[in-house]
């Protein structure tokens, strides 16, 4: 039936005229903006803490400074390329790169642990912080065995 169409069609777009799946992919290409810009305001905040001289911050933090910087800048790289390249095989494949990134990152954070609350009043910190940081890296290793095991699956 005529009728029916074309309420099928109202149904399947939006008062723009576009239908969900490309409000989806117009949405997804702005969540990869909005990462490129929070991981370049990340990149830097982490290359200039050392500059404004943040008391709990030591002298160590250069230790994990280029650790941190590929982590945050191979973000970014892949951000760029799911612009352009959106399909899930990308992903799969950068994610666990991105994740090996992070747990070096993380990894040399809490080994080195540049940070010395003591000198703010609030030793416990320190403590709590090393913790915390351990947590992270058990996170992110089943992080990386998580997209390991879908990138195997998937493909």
Same mark, same amino acid.
């Given at each position: 039936? @005529? +009728? ?15 239908? @969900?799946?490309?409000? +989806?992919?117009?949405?997804?290409? %702005?969540?990869?903006? +909005?990462? #490129?810009?929070?991981?370049? /305001? ?9 500059? =404004?001289?943040? @008391?709990?911050? &030591? ?10 910087? =590929? ?11 799911? #612009? ?7 992903? !799969?494949? &950068?994610?666990? /790169? %991105?994740? $090996? %990134?992070?747990?070096?990152? /993380?990894?040399? !954070?809490?080994?080195?642990? @540049? ?22 890296? /058990?996170?992110?290793?089943? +992080?990386? $065995?998580?997209? =390991? ?7």
């Amino acid at each position: 039936m @005529p +009728g029916n169409n074309h309420q099928n069609n109202k149904i399947s777009e939006d008062s723009n005229g576009k239908n @969900p799946s490309q409000r +989806g992919e117009k949405s997804k290409k %702005l969540e990869y903006v +909005g990462a #490129i810009a929070g991981n370049l /305001v990340l990149l830097y905040i982490v290359n200039h803490l050392m500059k =404004w001289h943040v @008391p709990f911050i &030591t002298e160590d933090f250069y230790k994990v400074l280029p650790y941190m910087n =590929w982590s945050i800048g191979a973000s970014i790289v892949a951000n760029i390329l799911y #612009i352009f390249f959106d399909q899930k095989f990308v992903r !799969l494949g &950068t994610m666990p /790169v %991105l994740n $090996i %990134l992070s747990l070096l990152s /993380v990894f040399m !954070l809490f080994k080195v642990f @540049p940070f010395d609350f003591k000198s703010v009043g609030m030793g416990i910190l320190n403590q709590i912080g090393k913790i915390l940081l351990g947590l992270v890296v /058990v996170g992110v290793i089943i +992080g990386i $065995i998580v997209d =390991w095991y879908k990138l195997i699956r998937d493909y």
